[in-house]
């Protein structure tokens, strides 16, 4: 049974993704689409070139809402059409919207499964030109490729009911949780040591991290862990902890070895402004990375995160995205208070983890094979 994986990300480094190679390997034939090398897990890969990125759509065409002429005359999508549609598939996962009208056309024997990794229409909806032109493409990409998916997935509750609301979606929900990693709880250090780790994207407001440590009153170090996504940015956030002498900025570690890496800290930091809906209500992979580490957290006030902090005591919650907030949520640290949560976290690493979240799209894509059969 032959089972496509189609991302328009590099596979090698996109956990999700790998999450479902991993998942399905031992039962499926994978072939894999996408960016970048062969990912380990599949017999067969095709190679998205990188000069062919998925966002860069005709722009005139999407402008006059001739969404199906922009959607064919992609060149990223008409290189993946043109580069599976002489093969035939049992099954397919396509991942984020842009996917799905790939495999409706290619229409797999048992259908498709749908994974929404986001919110779509407001990935980007602090920007006006996304609001006005590239929003209602998505709503309709939604309404005329999505909506012949056998199943759909997305990461978070939230999320899922917007989908069930606007598009009558029925979503189930798989957290963006790391596989379960055997870690000790260590003793909080003198000075706590504070990690973020995550890419350098402006809408994030990094510098909140740092104005933060330089504001408490707290005996910490601040460690930030940031690929250079956007160097202009690393370059101003590099410039502004110059004068902070107690943040640093260490190099990116391969994916592999984050988890353990982030175990030799005490608390992770992720204070994600709600700079649009899906930072509003992100469950990212670095907060289950944060637990699976065994560190306490220490957040803003993201409904999502906070439902979890507040119901399994992992942390502190800012009262706001402000470095103001985020200094009083230092302001409260103690030894005592962050060996209590990183307990906590080592209590939830299990249930936060990919063993307890992949078996919704093992389950989807099962009833999809067995519901052909039948």
Not at 221 to 228: E, I
Not at 348 to 368: F, K
């Amino acid at each position: 049974m032959r089972l496509l994986i189609l991302s328009f990300s590099r596979l090698e480094s996109d956990p999700r993704v790998r999450r479902q190679i991993d998942l399905f390997r031992d039962e499926w034939d994978i072939v894999t689409c996408g960016y970048g090398p062969a990912p380990d897990g599949s017999i067969a890969h095709h190679e998205i070139p990188s000069e062919v990125p998925v966002w860069r759509y005709p722009r005139l065409a999407v402008i006059l809402r001739a969404y199906r002429w922009a959607y064919s005359h992609n060149r990223a999508i008409a290189w993946a059409t043109d580069a599976l549609s002489a093969e035939s598939f049992d099954a397919m996962i396509a991942n984020d919207v842009d996917a799905a009208g790939i495999a409706v056309s290619l229409a797999p024997r048992n259908g498709f499964h749908a994974d929404l990794h986001e919110f779509a229409p407001l990935q980007n909806s602090e920007m006006l030109r996304f609001r006005l032109f590239v929003a209602p493409f998505v709503r309709w990409q939604l309404r005329t490729f999505v909506a012949k998916a056998r199943s759909v997935s997305t990461v978070g509750v939230s999320i899922a009911e917007r989908y069930r609301d606007e598009f009558g979606f029925d979503p189930i929900v798989v957290m963006n949780a790391p596989e379960k990693q055997d870690l000790p709880v260590r003793p909080t250090s003198s000075p706590i040591r504070l990690v973020h780790a995550g890419a350098a994207l402006r809408n994030r407001r990094l510098e909140t991290l740092i104005d933060a440590v330089s504001l408490t009153s707290a005996d910490v170090t601040l460690d930030l862990y940031l690929p250079a996504n956007d160097p202009g940015y690393l370059a101003e956030l590099r410039e502004r902890a110059s004068s902070v002498s107690n943040v640093h900025f260490a190099d990116p570690v391969p994916f592999d070895d984050l988890v353990e890496t982030l175990n030799r800290y005490d608390v992770g930091v992720h204070v994600l402004a709600a700079t649009n809906y899906n930072n509003a209500y992100a469950m990212p992979n670095k907060f289950f990375e944060y637990v699976q580490a065994r560190l306490a957290l220490v957040i803003g006030p993201s409904p999502e995160m906070a439902r979890v902090v507040d119901e399994r005591g992992l942390g502190a919650i800012a009262d706001d995205f402000t470095a103001e907030a985020v200094a009083r949520a230092l302001d409260g640290l103690t030894p005592e208070s962050v060996d209590a949560a990183k307990r906590a976290s080592d209590l939830a690493c299990e249930e936060l983890s990919a063993q307890s979240q992949v078996p919704g799209w093992h389950r989807a894509v099962t009833d999809m094979r067995e519901a052909a059969a039948s």
